[in-house]
């Protein structure tokens, strides 16, 4: 098993931006692949950003490329998203995740709320 907890959520203003931390425990080993996902109202979750523990390669949606950024660090075992330029449709709950590949999913967080006034 894997346990995710992620943190750095809340309320921002348009063009604003925020810091998203997922802190991975357990069998870490088993899934290499970190991914961030959301899921706004009303919608399906959707592909955010994606990493490899083991690899420098990052990748992202269209819808985030350029104002997102995710990374990581390996000895504490969290992954990062870092949020600039937000936007009124970037409102969603956000989940980081644990897989095999990227866009995978296993395990997933508790989810934190991120919202973008205009």
């Known amino acids: 098993q894997v346990q995710l907890v992620e943190s750095g959520g809340g309320l921002v203003q348009a063009g604003g931006s925020l810091r998203l931390s997922c802190a991975a425990s357990?069998?870490?080993?088993?899934?290499?692949?970190m991914n961030w996902f959301r899921q706004a109202p009303g919608k399906e979750r959707e592909f955010v950003a994606g990493?490899?523990?083991?690899?420098?390669?990052?990748y992202y949606a269209d819808s985030v490329k350029g104002r997102f950024t995710v990374s990581k660090d390996n000895a504490k075992k969290t992954v990062y998203l870092q949020m600039n330029s937000l936007k009124p449709e970037d409102t969603a709950v956000y989940y980081c995740?644990?897989?095999?590949?990227?866009?995978?999913?296993?395990?997933w967080g508790q989810g934190t709320q991120v919202t973008v006034s205009s």
């Open positions: 990493l490899r523990w083991n690899s420098d390669s990052t």
């Open positions: 995740a644990a897989g095999t590949l990227i866009g995978s999913h296993n395990y």
């Open positions: 357990g069998r870490t080993f088993s899934s290499s692949a």
